[in-house]
């Protein structure tokens, strides 16, 4: 009997069934560096249904993200208010700029 060995597809369905916060952490990061931004909205069309708490993960992980509040309108026609949009800043947060200047 042969063994069997993951081939790239069956690895990425895989990756695609797997909801565990170390995936989803990877995914969320791994769109973020693929765009300039995404918003809840699009993390949830993405199969994210709660993003908030894997993005504020990634930033204890010392990802600099940084987000901002916007009226978004779905196809429906409703209005949403206050929707994060997540990006990737180029600038170290704060706290790393002081702990830089410090030394």
């Known amino acids: 009997m042969?063994?069997?060995t993951p081939n790239d597809e069956s690895?990425?369905?895989i990756d695609q069934l797997d909801t565990s916060a170390a995936t989803q952490r990877n995914?969320?990061?791994?769109h973020l560096q693929r765009t300039p931004s995404i918003n809840t909205l699009e993390f949830?069309?993405?199969g994210f249904i709660s993003p908030a708490p894997r993005v504020l993960e990634l930033k204890q992980q010392g990802h600099n993200?940084?987000?901002h509040r916007e009226d978004v309108r779905t196809p429906d026609g409703r209005?949403?208010?206050?929707?994060?949009r997540y990006y990737l800043s180029n600038v170290p947060p704060a706290n790393d700029?002081?702990?830089n200047e410090a030394a």
């Not at 995914?27 to 791994?30: E, F, M, N, T, V």
């Open 65 to 67: 993200i940084q987000s």
């Open 2 to 4: 042969k063994n069997a």
């Open 11 to 13: 690895s990425a369905l």
């Open 27 to 30: 995914q969320i990061l791994a």
């Open 79 to 84: 209005l949403h208010r206050g929707i994060a």
């Open 97 to 99: 700029q002081q702990r």
């Open 44 to 46: 949830r069309e993405l």
